[in-house]
């Protein structure tokens, strides 16, 4: 199985503040990488499909990056409603394997 | 607009099965795959199956192996997982997904609230 981990964990952050999380698959996934917020009591919801492309309806401030093994996400001025948790997910191998979440708080 | 709808979750003793549902509307159903994915209360998502439009193609995550199944009904635009000798690790929300495919690389572009299975004694 592809192993996927995150950093950090958890991130404190204040509103207006750009943020960076990171994805690291244990072996290439070329670009089968996608990221998802997830708000307490909430389904997930995708952000992010193929390393970098935006799913619509998500704003613009969410960013993706990589390919192969190492990937990111990037909130450019955090806003009041992204303060939830975020995770990656590897769709290479039909053994689909999500990251381990980063939960993003106020500071 | 889209909407998957998930029901049967419950609380089983260890060993016991169950079987959750998820209707499935506002597109067309044999467009796609489906997958369940699960989350232990507090904590991360894991992936348990997967299954093709046609339902001709299934894949399970090691731990479920032998012992869940994955079905479909595009007839009644419906996803199932039956699940069999359930586990105390086996409790958690299941969500059912549906599987986008984005020039041949798959997401997840819709879920369902989500159903809860509890497994104890």
């Known amino acids: 199985d592809i192993q996927m981990t995150q950093s950090p964990s958890s991130l404190s952050a204040s509103v207006g503040d750009r943020v960076t999380i990171t994805c690291r698959a244990s072996?290439?996934?070329?670009?089968?990488l996608n990221w998802y917020q997830q708000k307490p009591g909430k389904a997930p919801n995708l952000l992010i499909y193929?390393?970098?492309s935006l799913q619509s309806g998500v704003p613009s401030r969410f960013n993706g990056n990589g390919s192969g093994t190492d990937f990111t996400l990037t909130i450019s001025s955090l806003q009041p409603e992204d303060f939830a948790t975020y995770y990656c997910h590897q769709s290479y191998l039909t053994q689909y394997t999500f990251g381990q979440g980063t939960k993003l708080e106020i500071k | 607009e889209v909407q998957l709808v998930e029901s049967g979750g419950d609380v089983v003793r260890p060993g016991g099965s169950l079987r959750l549902s998820c209707a499935a509307s506002?597109?067309?159903?044999?467009?796609?795959?489906m997958s369940w994915v699960r989350q232990a209360p507090g904590k991360g998502l894991e992936w348990v199956s997967d299954i093709n439009w046609n339902g001709g193609r299934t894949n399970y995550e090691d731990s479920v192996k032998g012992r869940f199944t994955i079905s479909r009904d595009n007839a009644w635009n419906s996803l199932y997982l039956q699940m069999n000798g359930l586990r105390a690790e086996d409790t958690a929300f299941y969500y059912c997904?549906?599987?986008?495919?984005?020039?041949?690389?798959?997401?997840?572009?819709?879920w369902g609230q989500g159903t809860l299975v509890t497994v104890s004694s």
């Open positions: 193929a390393a970098s």
């Open positions: 072996q290439s996934i070329r670009n089968h």
């Open positions: 997904a549906r599987r986008a495919d984005f020039g041949g690389v798959y997401s997840f572009d819709y």
């Open positions: 506002g597109f067309t159903f044999d467009d796609y795959g």
